[in-house]
């Protein structure tokens, strides 16, 4: 399979993005910038990136990093990001969407969050159908605040996987969504990210 570049490393090129003030825009430069290959998410506002193509099988490779420069703006000091997937293309634009968030947060990266009503089967129990149902991570694997991590997702015909700097922090299966976009989560900490790859599975 090959691998898709969803970051081309120049510009937001395949993206658009939402914001809690001016909703959709869809030159996502208008909210979010990309400096010497990075995506930076920073700003008074909480809001994403989405992207505009769907994915069903896949497994998504991530890498993130907390931007504690303090010459950039933020609207909290709360370290709490995520990376979304599976996000349906029908859903409509609202902070959160309907998906699975792989949380990026302090002390809790590696979570899952199921956010409007998706379900998964998590050690033989479904979980609850929610606005935004958490189901902890296995176990820690984040780096040093300023360091960057890795995180890989894999979802495959239900079943997914959440990994963290090569370490299995999630897994459930019988997801009830197997189909949709990507999307970056800027929830008021300045965050970084940079490679956003994405390989198609069979």
């Known amino acids: 399979a090959q691998r898709i570049e969803l970051f081309n490393q120049k510009d937001l090129k395949g993206w ?11 030159n996502a430069a208008d909210l979010f910038s990309v400096e010497d290959n ?12 989405m992207s505009n193509e769907s994915f069903k099988n896949f497994k998504l490779t991530v890498e993130f990093r907390w931007n504690t420069d303090a010459k950039f703006a933020k ?23 309907k998906g699975i968030q792989f949380q990026i947060k302090e ?43 890795k995180l ?11 990994k963290l700097n090569g370490k299995l922090v999630n897994k459930g ?17 300045p965050i970084d990210f940079r490679k956003v790859n994405i390989k198609k599975c069979k």
């Open 16 to 26: 658009y993005a939402f914001g809690e003030e001016k909703g959709k825009v869809n």
């Open 173 to 189: 299966i019988e997801s009830s969504v197997t189909e949709g976009r990507i999307l970056l989560q800027y929830e008021g900490f």
């Open 75 to 97: 609207k909290n000091n709360s370290k709490n990001s995520g990376v979304m997937y599976l996000v349906p293309s029908e859903t409509p634009d609202v902070l959160w969407p």
């Open 152 to 162: 890989e997702v894999t979802s495959k015909n239900g079943v997914i996987t959440q």
């Open 38 to 49: 990075i995506i930076r998410m920073y700003g008074p506002k909480a809001g994403y990136l």
């Open 107 to 149: 002390g809790a990266t590696g979570d899952f969050v199921l956010l409007q009503e998706v379900t998964l089967n998590i050690n033989g129990t479904k979980t609850e159908a929610g606005k935004s149902v958490v189901a902890k991570r296995f176990a820690d694997a984040e780096k040093a605040i300023g360091e960057w991590n």
